[in-house]
T-cell receptor
Framework: AQSVTQLDSQVPVFEEAPVELRCNYS??????LFWYVQYPNQGLQLLLK??????LVKGINGFEAEFNKSQTSFHLRKPSVHISDTAEYFC??????????FGKGTRLHILP | DAMVIQNPRYQVTQFGKPVTLSCSQT?????MYWYQQKSSQAPKLLFH???????NEADTPDNFQSRRPNTSFCFLDIRSPGLGDAAMYLC??????????????FGPGTRLTVL
């Protein structure tokens, strides 16, 4: 069965600094990978997804992620964060059926 | 704008008093999901519908039931809420099952408080 590990429960970053949110997954088959963002008191919104092809995936709001099969990772990056990026970020994995499995989330704190 | 709507946004109920949460969608998607999200935890899938086919997760308690009377609406019924059922309940939709349709569209959630 697939699973997702987000090692950092919270990440504080100064405004305009770069950030990386880490995600590792485990699966016995090919996977599809996602990053979702949840702003306070809102539902989840898709940031980006990897289905196939190029391992570098670009998403909304300047975020990108790189699929690394050998390291079973799908880390999320942004070169310069803004206060509006304050949110919880969830990595998720699917093996191609109807369901996706979410990680526990990483709370991104932007410091002024 | 096409969207996923959840009502109410905040629901307070008493221990053991049945409660129903509502989800509607204007996306005309075939698949609808219900997730439970407790504080600082990942969303946990309770069940989902593919059209009228109901798919229950193995570890979803019997206390949780769902109805989908038509494509647009889906309800979550909690028959006898316990204190441990206090959580955010998220509804999501996707057009069809399968890997290329895994963009799930989420509603804003209903925060359930059990007194």
């Amino acid at each position: 069965a697939q699973s997702v590990t987000q090692l950092d429960s919270q990440v504080p970053v100064f405004e305009e600094a770069p950030v990386e949110l880490r995600c590792n997954y485990s699966s016995s088959v090919s996977v599809y990978l996602f990053w979702y963002v949840q702003y306070p008191n809102q539902g989840l919104q898709l940031l980006l997804k990897y289905l196939s092809g190029s391992t570098l995936v670009k998403g909304i709001n300047g975020f990108e992620a790189e699929f690394n099969k050998s390291q079973t990772s799908f880390h999320l990056r942004k070169p310069s964060v803004h206060i509006s990026d304050t949110a919880e970020y969830f990595c998720a994995v699917s093996e191609g059926d109807d369901k996706i499995i979410f990680g526990k989330g990483t709370r991104l704190h932007i410091l002024p | 704008d096409a969207m996923v709507i959840q009502n109410p946004r905040y629901q307070v109920t008493q221990f053991g008093k049945p409660v129903t949460l509502s989800c509607s969608q204007t996306l005309n998607h075939n698949v609808m999901y219900w997730y439970q999200q407790k504080s600082s935890q990942a969303p946990k899938l309770l069940f989902h519908y593919y059209d009228k086919d109901f798919n229950n997760e193995a570890d979803t308690p019997d206390n949780f039931q769902s109805r989908r009377p038509n494509t647009s609406f889906c309800f979550l019924d909690i028959r006898s809420p316990g204190l441990g059922d206090a959580a955010m309940y998220l509804c999501a939709t996707t057009l069809n099952p399968g890997p290329t349709a895994h963009t799930q569209y989420f509603g804003p959630g209903t925060r359930l408080t059990v007194l």
